[in-house]
């Protein structure tokens, strides 16, 4: 205890003399560009509904919203991203954004879904670090309590191996270079591909005989890897190495000399020189740019909607950071603080950019979304939006508790988009499988910008779920309405329930004459109001 | 992302993307150019169709019969398509080099382009990108197909979700489609009024590109909603059904007849089961027929309606059936010589393309490889192969295999 009294009563005193906090560096920064007006502060039901959103995945309840539109304590945004952080639901959500990003919605290799997630949660309740996350991935042996996160190097093959890694730790999408030379960004070569690749090429999969387990295993490395462009007559050879890195002698061993430990349990025997688990350190490691820089901007596009590198697998000099000394800064910054994912989440959420509306600076029109002037709408993911459609509804509670009965017949998903299936889904998982369905890319592609659908447009509009979540049931959010009299009051629920704000007078009007009109279908056409609000762009949007 | 590039990419492929110059992009779009491939998946026989050899050691039990082009012959199992033979063109030196079925389906309908690391988009992705929708009311790709459907993102590889194909099954369309049940259409007008009220309330004062295109993503789910009358086969005229035949792939090309009708700009038809390993013969003469009624309809329909100029139709399959019939009375896999169907958009009519080993089993001089075929489709679609690239990555990627030409003896 005496140690948090300690910081807080010095916290002002250091604040006089050390270095600004992040997050006003980064306004300032942000600020020299900006070449015009900035958008005004984002009002406190944008920014409650946005931080809530980013944070913990969940839109708040109209209860929630209340409450912290009273509250009038001034330190009240900071407080509340501090709590958020420290949530479970924070772990819960960025558990979904990191497995999306880094594992792309593929079920490899032998690690289960749910034995990811666990490992992955616990660490994000904790203090993730991105260096370690990373570290253990890419060294992953399938040994320890780190033995989940083999799951990001799939079924271990060497191609998408080396792909993957470059991509989603270096920013690099240097597939081409497999081939030659990349044809447009000159300083990607093909010698980087296969340099990552000769870090990889000794893994393979391997069973103990005692546990049944899967482990991932190196061979013993003799030689460098050769390779050839299409484009050449003459082959190449590269061993080990970074881009950017040294290359790493393969050391020789006489022979028998090889092995740290025999061949044992059906496993073959440990060599001495593993170059996996070098690449594991020294890709993670403090000095290598690349790696740094590509953990800011991924974190950065997480919250900001958009990388400082756009997009985010092109970090090169021909697509350079739309702030290039932030860029900088964010990037030594992070590393001197360990890579610490939730400080630089804090830092980017405590700053003036973040916090701005995402309505346009006066009389500004084409603001560009790289100059931060104004907040860029994000698309939900389509965990978000499941879970805001069930929250904004006031279905959440019961559908979630939805299990199949025992021995109840496999669902039938496509059945279900063509028509053959007249089912309601059992259980809380098909419903969700039919919005991954849905809303989710194919696996395998990144999920990264906005690619609104005909056929996604099509279920938030006529699907049957959709169309029963809106009739009142179960204490939903339209039984509740029909228990209200006024317009005023029923406007007031809808708005602070489904787009967490107060509506606007013309708003309560609108609700107003259309009860009006349809006053002898009353309950139906509190259902159309909702309806008309879940397929609005405003709740599709996390603005 | 800007929002010329936002717009271009809504999904449902129902963009308006585009890589060609505005201008040239206008002139193909008054040409409306469309296309209906006819997919018969598991491989036809050439001698049981297209290229009958009834005298060879190869020939089968079925005879030949004349065409409506002098000195050429179907197989009998064709006799309305013989009747229309003057109006298309057959190609019978098809020499592709896969083999096998899983990597053969994708390899012809992604027209083999060298390898650039990427998987290219089937054919239907490519001309969805490279032409956008013929009538922008309409998805531009839609498959009609037995079985299940659904929005299926997987053919356009590279080129994202978007430029997937809508697939109908059983030629029915997604349930969304569909009003709910329990909500008039003046309901639901009512209810989009009040959505449109918010959006316009919510796009004032804000410039996102992503805003637009939402909006724009619900604009062109109503508008198929509005035309759902095209998938309703009850609308069919009963004559017509009659003369396409009551099977699923006379039904499902009649359907197609009409999408095209509405302006698709391209169509998949797909049949299943033509894999006759075993028992070619009777296989055959089930199969055939449901392709031959059908098929001439279509020509003939098309040809009537002054459509026949600017569609392509094609029938094909990822290869044909070897010369050699096995012990089981049947025709395995045969890439090296077999043939094809085109017929329309530039397409010569009457044309019977390539020469053979008398005994049909092997191609005399040069054949074709499906690059070659590419090259053909995008040049009669007015698309330049040579010149026209997809930009992925930063890398330009060739839209056919660089080494292919058109095939110029098949072309008006």
């Known amino acids: 205890m005496w140690r948090i009294i300690f910081i807080w009563t010095l916290l002002p005193v250091l604040s006089g003399w050390a270095a600004e906090r992040l997050s006003q560096r980064i306004d300032k920064l942000i600020a020299a560009k900006a070449g015009g007006a900035v958008a005004t502060r984002s009002d406190d039901s944008e920014f409650f509904r946005r931080v809530k959103l980013d944070l913990t995945g969940r839109i708040p309840s109209a209860t929630d919203t209340r409450s912290f539109l009273q509250d009038t304590t001034s330190s009240k945004r900071a407080k509340l991203i501090n709590r958020l952080i420290a949530s479970d639901a924070f772990a819960t959500h960025w558990t979904d954004r990191l497995s999306v990003m880094l594992l792309e919605r593929q079920n490899l290799g032998k690690v289960t879904d749910e034995e990811w997630r666990t490992f992955l949660e616990k660490t994000l309740k904790g203090k993730p670090r991105w260096d370690v996350l990373a570290r253990e991935m890419v060294g992953a042996t399938g040994t320890g309590e780190s033995r989940p996160a083999m799951k990001f190097l799939g079924t271990a093959d060497h191609h998408t191996m080396t792909e993957n890694i470059a991509r989603l730790f270096l920013g690099m999408d240097i597939k081409c270079a497999k081939c030659h030379d990349h044809p447009s960004v000159d300083e990607w070569k093909q010698s980087h591909y296969w340099g990552l690749f000769s870090y990889l090429n000794q893994t393979k999969n391997a069973t103990n005989s005692k546990d049944k387990r899967a482990y991932l295993v190196e061979g013993v490395a003799t030689k460098k890897v050769d390779f050839q462009s299409v484009f050449k007559t003459e082959k190449e050879i590269t061993g080990p190495r970074l881009p950017g890195g040294k290359e790493v002698v393969i050391p020789a061993f006489e022979k028998g000399q090889e092995f740290e430990k025999p061949a044992a349990d059906g496993l073959p025997g440990v060599p001495k020189f593993r170059p996996r688990e070098l690449l594991a350190r020294d890709l993670t490691a403090k000095d290598n740019t690349y790696f740094a820089r590509n953990g800011v901007n991924r974190i950065w596009y997480l919250m900001m909607g958009r990388g400082l590198v756009h997009p985010l697998d092109e970090m090169h000099g021909q697509n350079p950071p739309s702030h290039p000394k932030l860029m900088e800064i964010l990037m030594r910054e992070f590393v001197a603080h360990e890579f610490d994912v939730k400080w630089l989440v804090r830092e980017i959420a405590l700053s003036e950019s973040y916090q701005r509306s995402s309505r346009l600076p006066k009389a500004a029109k084409d603001v560009k979304p790289e100059s931060w002037r104004t907040a860029h709408p994000k698309a939900m993911t389509p965990e978000q939006l499941l879970n805001a459609v069930l929250k904004a509804t006031g279905n959440g509670n019961w559908v979630r508790e939805l299990k199949a009965p025992a021995n109840a017949e496999k669902f039938d998903r496509r059945g279900y988009f063509t028509g053959t299936n007249r089912e309601m889904p059992p259980s809380f998982e098909e419903i969700r499988a039919l919005f991954m369905l849905t809303y989710a890319e194919p696996a395998g592609t990144p999920e990264v910008d906005f690619i609104p659908g005909l056929n996604k447009a099509l279920f938030l509009m006529n699907d049957r779920l959709i169309q029963d979540w809106l009739k009142p049931q179960k204490g939903n959010l339209v039984e509740r309405l029909t228990k209200l009299k006024t317009p005023e009051a029923i406007a007031e629920e809808m708005y602070l329930s489904m787009l967490a704000r107060f509506p606007e007078k013309d708003e309560t009007a609108t609700v107003a004459d259309y009860l009006k009109q349809n006053d002898k279908r009353r309950t139906a056409a509190l259902g159309d109001l909702a309806w008309s609000l879940l397929t609005s762009t405003e709740f599709r949007l996390n603005h | ?412």
Not at chain 2, 18 to 40: D, F, G, M, T
Not at chain 2, 62 to 73: A, D, E, N, Q
């Open chain 2, 1 to 412: 992302m800007s929002r010329r590039r936002m717009l271009g990419t809504l999904g449902g492929a129902v963009g308006f993307g585009s890589l060609l110059q505005p201008a040239i992009a206008a002139e193909i779009k008054k040409q409306h150019k469309q296309v209906c491939l006819i997919w018969l998946d598991g491989g036809m026989s050439q001698y049981e169709s297209w290229h009958p050899l009834p005298d060879s050691q190869f020939g089968g039990p079925f005879r030949s019969i004349k065409t409506s082009i002098p000195g050429v012959h179907f197989s009998e199992l064709l006799p309305e398509t013989a009747k229309i033979a003057h109006k298309i063109s057959v190609i019978r030196t098809m020499e592709t080099k896969d083999p096998n079925h899983s990597t053969g389906v994708p390899r012809i309908q992604r027209g083999d382009p060298i390898d650039r690391g990427v998987t290219y988009p089937y054919l239907g992705s490519a001309i969805a990108k490279l032409l956008g929708p013929a009538n922008p009311e309409l998805p531009p790709y839609l498959w009609i197909k037995p079985g299940n459907g659904g929005f299926i993102a997987k053919e356009a590889g590279f080129l994202g979700a978007q430029y997937g194909t809508l697939a109908l099954g059983d030629g029915k369309p997604p349930i969304h489609i569909h009003r709910p049940e329990g909500v008039s259409v003046e309901v639901d007008a009512a209810r989009n009024a009040l959505r449109l009220k918010a959006n316009e309330r919510f796009k004032a004062y804000r410039g996102a590109s992503e805003i637009d295109a939402y909006e724009t993503s619900y604009h062109l789910a109503r508008q198929l909603m509005a035309r759902k009358d095209i998938f309703d086969d009850s609308k069919l005229d009963a004559r017509d059904k009659e003369r396409y035949g009551t099977h699923p792939l006379g039904r499902h090309i009649l359907q197609a007849r009409r999408l095209l009708e509405a302006g698709v700009r391209f169509i998949k038809v797909n049949s299943y089961h033509w894999d006759t390993h075993g028992d070619n013969f009777n296989m055959s003469q089930r199969l055939v027929p449901q392709v031959d009624r059908p098929f001439a309809a279509l020509i003939n329909d098309l040809d009537e309606r002054g459509m026949l100029d600017h569609t392509l139709v094609i029938v094909m399959s990822e290869f044909g059936r070897t010369p050699v019939i096995n012990s089981r009375l049947g025709r395995d896999h045969w890439p090296d010589c077999w043939s094809i169907a085109l017929a329309g958009c530039g397409i010569k009519r009457g044309a019977i393309i390539g020469e053979t080993s008398k005994d049909g089993a092997f191609v005399n001089g040069e054949g074709y490889d499906i690059g070659h075929l590419f090259h053909t489709i995008f040049t009669l679609l007015g698309i330049n192969p040579r010149k026209t690239r997809y930009r992925h990555k930063g890398q330009k990627l060739a839209i056919a295999h660089d080494d292919c030409e058109p095939i110029k003896e098949v072309m008006q």
